[in-house]
């Protein structure tokens, strides 16, 4: 009798991942940082995007300290969950790490292997989403050991650039210039335009003034770009200004538009 081709994959999928999971014992060896089961579920979650045509995840250092406290939570509470009581938030817990991102989730399991943990992960809705989230760039892992069990954390994240003011409206400036606008230096009239909830500073009234907060600098909001469309615009200053506290990072943008 002729064994199903299931009956034959099987066994040649388990061999695979135990294949994987060894060739990165040598990597963990060398790279002390991450241990063996850190390494193989950094390798199997870029494996799984590759296969879906997903860039593959950087590996943040930061992130995976953000990681390694709830794992310690929850190998210490022997449960899985996202929070315990007392504990920060996923967001909290990424920015008191010193992480930076405009957008961060998280995958939680325990077992007895990795290749257990990311089976379940990539056989459950929503963590396999997260896995295969392309908003995201950005990974940490921490997998601590209690006995037989690990307790896995991954954090995914989407990265946001620390710039400095200048950087932030040098950025804004070269996109406006691309519309043919005429972009002006930045005044400290502007910056503070930005800080405003309403109205501008300064003695020169610009005729239109755009606030907008964003994770990236590449474009500008539909909303500037279909004033700038009208013709009526051939002048602009830009001014940025630090946002408020809060865990995610974002730049806060003012446009000053002038005839």
Known sequence: MRPSPNTVLKPLISLRKSLLLLSFISLAVQAKAQTVAEQYLFAAANQSRAAQGLPALRYDRVLAAASLHH????????????????????????????????????????????????DMWMHSPGHRANLLDPK?????????????????????????????????????????????????????????????????????KPWFVMRYTAASLDQIPSELQNRINTGKYHEAIVGACAPAAMPFTAYNIAVLLYP
């Open 71 to 118: 794992a310690r939570e929850m190998a210490a509470h022997a449960a899985i969950s996202h929070q315990f009581n007392g504990e920060p938030d996923l967001a909290e817990r990424g920015a008191n790490a010193g992480a930076h991102f405009s957008l961060i989730t998280e995958n939680v399991a325990s077992a007895s292997t990795p290749i257990i943990i990311h």
């Open 136 to 204: 995201v760039d950005s990974i940490g892992i921490a997998v601590v050991v209690r006995g037989t069990e690990l307790w896995a954390v991954e954090d995914f994240a989407r990265s946001v650039e620390t710039l400095t003011l200048n950087q932030q409206e040098r950025s804004v400036a070269s996109v406006l210039s691309q519309t043919g606008l005429h972009v002006a230096q930045t005044t400290q009239d502007a910056r503070q335009t930005c800080a405003m909830s309403t109205g501008y500073a300064g003695s020169r």
